[in-house]
């Protein structure tokens, strides 16, 4: 049981947009900042979003994070194939002096 | 060039100990602000994060696994240690490293991760 909350799936067609919830609580979302990671099959995960809403450089403008009180969301737009993959949220919680994921969300283009 | 490599034991008889490396290159174990992490991932499941070190020696661990597990670093040899006691089934995995830094909420650089079995 994962300390935040996410879809298991979406789906969308390429060129759509989707979006990925993540709900947590005030110890952790509600207060601290969330970050995005992107995992491919077979590979390490990567950081894909910061701070909420900020993009480590080479991530394009196509996704998109933001936060509001104790959940988060992460947008994708203009699909393409390539970003099929599991997408994990994750934060620190203060009050478990912990950093937390999601449960991950796969993301499946169809 | 910040990276991260794990190295350690394929596979583990349980009860035993597990003992895992974290190689860095591109940063220093001992510059200011500088974390590293161990973070696992069971087959098709999701992550799971263990443990955090700082270049102050700062230390925190995953509540429900504190008691098993111990993180150090040897900045002279540019390695991050974790072990693990008691080792379980349950704990196969794949287990990663990654770069963090103070204050900043995030792990910005991973390792390849190294699968870890345990079965007798």
């Known amino acids: 049981q994962s300390v935040l909350t996410q879809p298991p799936s979406v789906s969308a067609a390429p060129g759509q947009k989707v979006t990925i919830s993540c709900s947590g609580s005030?110890?952790?979302?509600?207060?601290?900042?969330v970050s995005w990671y992107q995992q491919l099959p077979g590979t390490a995960p990567k950081l894909l979003i910061y701070e909420a809403a900020k993009r480590p450089s080479g991530i394009p403008d196509r996704f998109s994070g933001s936060k509001s009180g104790t959940s988060a969301t992460l947008a994708i737009t203009g699909l393409q194939t390539g970003d099929e993959a599991d997408y994990y949220c994750g934060t620190w919680d203060s009050s478990l002096s912990a950093e937390v994921f999601g449960g991950g969300t796969k993301l499946t283009v169809l | 060039q910040i990276t991260l490599k794990e190295s350690g034991p394929t596979l583990v008889k349980p009860t035993q100990t597990l003992t895992l490396t974290c190689t860095i290159s591109?940063?220093?174990?001992?510059?200011?602000?500088?974390?590293v992490g161990w973070i696992r991932q069971p087959p098709g499941k999701a992550l799971e994060w263990l443990a955090l070190i700082y270049w102050d020696d700062d230390k925190h661990y995953s509540p429900s696994l504190k008691s098993r597990l111990t993180i150090t670093k040897d900045t002279s040899k540019n390695q991050v240690v974790l072990t693990m006691t008691s080792v379980d089934p349950v704990d196969t995995a794949t287990y990663y490293c990654a770069h963090r830094r103070w204050r900043k909420f995030y792990f910005d650089y991973w390792g390849q991760g190294t699968l870890v079995t345990v079965s007798s």
């Open positions: 005030s110890s952790n979302i509600g207060n601290n900042f």
């Open positions: 591109g940063f220093s174990l001992s510059a200011s602000g500088v974390g």
